[in-house]
């Protein structure tokens, strides 16, 4: 593939140097991000469909299994410890913040180690008027439109199998959104300095599924070790877990869901800076 057919802006100048910045043609801001964004769009082309059977089934699959199968069992018992609601009602909020953290990381890993060691379409795109940090904004716009896709594919699910109790859970999407993102700016910083890949099986395993499993989804934080409740809350996706949980229920308060939003922005923001210092360095070589 061509430099001037892989790169989303064209071929307005050859690769810059950090001293001249790729400054030749970009507009301000993110505008000329929106060129990586849809060079991203026309290549999901492809492969649209089967993401959108994924992202229906396995909401169905996760609920009713859970929610509902497992749910029977826990309801069967008492739902004291869950705030008096049933046992897919307390899941389902938990599993649309997961499912935010499940495509941030997919989509910032392969996809971004990918462009830069296989299909060098990173290379091709600063090869043309756009910067390493349209390109890092471009993807970000992706994964952006991924989350919401996803996620409120999930809340339309839970939505019709009950699992949703309150109209103020229209507010989980962009929380759920936000949670993805609080994942995917730093890990976009990160893949794109990789070398190899396999230290992304190490994310997933010892990063991925332990935060699925303990950070609130299936049960309440509260029913960890002393010890280990702490680290739990210190996690973005709780935060997540426990704001889309709060939205679902319509038990929000403004207090507690401003520190929730503060927390997933801080992290956010703090990967956004890391990736525009990343991509600079790993694409101006």
Request: hydrophobic content about 50%.
């Amino acid at each position: 593939m061509s430099a001037d057919a892989a790169a989303p802006g064209g071929n307005g100048r050859g690769a810059g140097g950090p001293g001249a910045g790729g400054l030749a043609g970009p507009g301000p801001g993110w505008s000329m991000a929106l060129r990586e964004f849809r060079f991203w769009l026309t290549d999901y082309r492809r492969t649209w469909r089967g993401s959108i059977y994924s992202g229906v089934l396995n909401p169905v699959l996760f609920l009713g299994a859970l929610g509902l199968g497992l749910g029977s069992l826990v309801n069967h018992h008492g739902s004291a410890r869950l705030g008096g609601v049933s046992y897919l009602v307390f899941l389902a909020p938990g599993l649309l913040a997961a499912t935010a953290m499940q495509t941030a990381m997919g989509e910032s890993t392969f996809p971004v180690f990918g462009s830069v060691k296989w299909n060098k379409t990173y290379q091709a795109a600063v090869a043309s008027p756009l910067r390493p940090r349209d390109v890092f904004h471009g993807h970000l716009l992706f994964v952006t439109f991924r989350l919401t896709m996803n996620c409120t594919l999930f809340l339309a699910v839970a939505a019709i199998l009950g699992g949703i109790r309150s109209g103020w859970a229209l507010l989980a999407l962009p929380v759920a959104v936000l949670t993805g993102l609080a994942f995917a700016t730093p890990l976009e910083a990160w893949a794109v300095t990789r070398s190899r890949e396999t230290s992304f099986s190490l994310i997933f395993r010892f990063g991925m599924i332990p935060l699925f499993l303990f950070s609130g989804i299936f049960y309440p934080v509260g029913q960890l070790p002393a010890w280990l409740q702490p680290v739990a809350y210190a996690t973005p996706l709780w935060h997540g877990v426990a704001l889309c949980r709060d939205l679902t229920l319509g038990s929000a308060q403004p207090g507690s869901a401003l520190l929730h939003v503060a927390y997933l922005a801080a992290v956010a923001v703090a990967g956004l800076a890391a990736g525009q210092r990343s991509y600079r360095r790993r694409l101006y070589v």
